[in-house]
Nanobody
Framework: QVQLVESGGGLVQAGGSLRLSCTASGRTFSSYAMGWFRQAPGKERDFVAA?????????YYADSVKGRFTISRDNAKNTVYLQMSSLKPEDTAVYYCAARRVVVSVRGNDYDTWGQGTQVTVSS
């Protein structure tokens, strides 16, 4: 089992960029698929991006962020990143990283380990 800690959230103007990080404890991080999800106030949690367990592995994106966000991972640092560019006010949400063993998924219910979340606020 890993534990996850997100960082890098904050306030940014529309059109700006942020990079979120999610650092995992534990020695088996490399065998976990990782995902990013977000939840805006009053809305359901939505899938953002996911990456398979191998370095440079397969990546998956929600249509709403495709071309603007990039997920990557560095297994040597036990860290997964979400580079967010061309941010829009509708990207405002609490962003969560999540982990599950081996098989990547775009469904939140498939993930069994979650971080505490980091707030991203995009002003217009």
């Amino acid at each position: 089992q890993v534990q996850l800690v997100e960082s890098g959230g904050g306030l940014v103007q529309a059109g700006g960029s942020l990079r979120l990080s999610c650092t995992a404890s534990g020695r088996t991080f490399s065998s976990y698929a990782m995902g990013w999800f977000r939840q805006a106030p009053g809305k359901e949690r939505d899938f953002v991006a996911a990456i398979s367990w191998t370095d440079g592995g397969s990546t998956y994106y929600a249509d709403s962020v495709k071309g603007r966000f990039t997920i990557s991972r560095d297994n040597a640092k036990n860290t997964v990143y979400l580079q967010m560019s061309s941010l829009k006010p509708e990207d405002t949400a609490v962003y969560y990283c999540a982990a599950r063993r081996v098989v990547v998924s775009v469904r939140g219910n498939d993930y069994d380990t979650w971080g505490q979340g980091t707030q991203v606020t995009v002003s217009s």
